[in-house]
């Protein structure tokens, strides 16, 4: 007689701990989820108001306030005549990173890789672009060995700055390795091809497929325009095809042009920067025909 009634005793508790599971479990896991999710504090300390923008969501943060976005890649940061930037974040999920406007339009960063984007968004340009003049000197000496000596050693330097072992993307890598890998190499690549455009064809032939053969391959077949960086680069190997050795691929036109011939080795993201420069920079004259390029951008590549 005790057997059934002892039987009867045990659903009870099955019930009661499936229960427990799906309510305790799940606010676990939310709780988790919330205290480790990447959050980006911006300070404003400039002494007004600044404008902030990450992709759709532009926001003012008023003097000596501050304002909190998470899950985002870039933000840009406007306000007075001498404030517009950029800031290029790299972060992992759980991390959290707080940028602190001054008054002198300096920006401060702190908290997690505070020093890693301190570099890549403050001093990495100035590397870069502090070269120029020793590749066109070379190129003007025809002498391709001194450009891949110059050029490599400076990226080397970066790598070390941005605590990296190398440039090329690897399966382990995470994503926000990957995506500054990319902002390196190509910030890299962006002042490295321009400088040497009115060299000699056969120096130019020399340097473009050796770039191309130990840097940008691998990319190729996925290439992507996050950003003019990209976009900048493909460009000048599109115009400089007939002396690259290897095919690039062939897209579709979205919108025609009269630069068809260009932008037919352009991915559609690429095609769109394309037209995001073409509008920035009419935008900037007041150019007549900025409405055009606005409204394929808004038509064409559901750019608002």
Not at 162 to 179: E, F
Not at 263 to 291: M, T, V
Request: with cysteine; hydrophobic share 35%; glycine share 4%.
């Amino acid at each position: 007689m005790l057997l059934p009634f002892s039987v009867s005793h045990e659903r009870p508790k099955k019930m009661k701990y499936s229960y427990l599971s799906k309510t305790i479990f799940p606010f676990l896991l939310f709780s988790f989820a919330v205290l480790s999710a990447q959050k980006i504090i911006i300070i404003n300390n400039a002494g007004e108001s600044i404008n902030v923008k990450s992709g759709k969501k532009e926001i003012t943060i008023n003097g000596n306030d501050k304002k909190e976005f998470s899950e985002t890649k870039r933000i840009s940061i406007s306000g007075s005549k001498d404030l517009n930037r950029f800031i290029n974040i790299f972060l992992e999920p759980s991390d959290q990173l707080v940028i602190a406007v001054q008054k002198n339009t300096t920006i401060h960063y702190s908290g997690d890789q505070a020093s890693l984007h301190q570099y890549i968004n403050e001093q990495l340009n100035i590397d870069t672009f502090g070269s120029i003049n020793l590749y066109e000197n070379a190129g003007n000496n025809k002498k391709a060995g001194e450009l891949k000596n110059i050029s490599e050693l400076l990226l080397v330097n970066i790598m070390k700055k941005a605590n990296l072992r190398n440039i090329l993307i690897t399966q382990n890598d995470k994503d926000s390795t990957k995506r500054l890998k990319n902002h390196i190499k190509y910030s890299w690549l962006n002042t490295l091809f321009p400088s040497i455009g009115r060299a000699d064809m056969d120096f130019r032939k020399e340097v473009i497929n050796y770039y191309f053969k130990k840097y940008i391959e691998p990319d190729i077949e996925k290439y992507s325009c996050g950003n003019s960086l990209q976009y900048n680069v493909l460009e000048i190997l599109a115009k400089n095809k007939d002396i690259l050795q290897a095919k690039l691929p062939v897209y579709p036109i979205v919108e025609h042009t009269d630069a068809d011939n260009i932008n037919q080795y352009l991915p559609q993201n690429c095609q769109k920067q394309y037209f995001r420069n073409k509008y920035n920079y009419l935008e900037h004259i007041n150019g007549h025909s900025k409405a055009y390029y606005k409204k394929v951008l808004k038509e064409k590549f559901n750019d608002e």
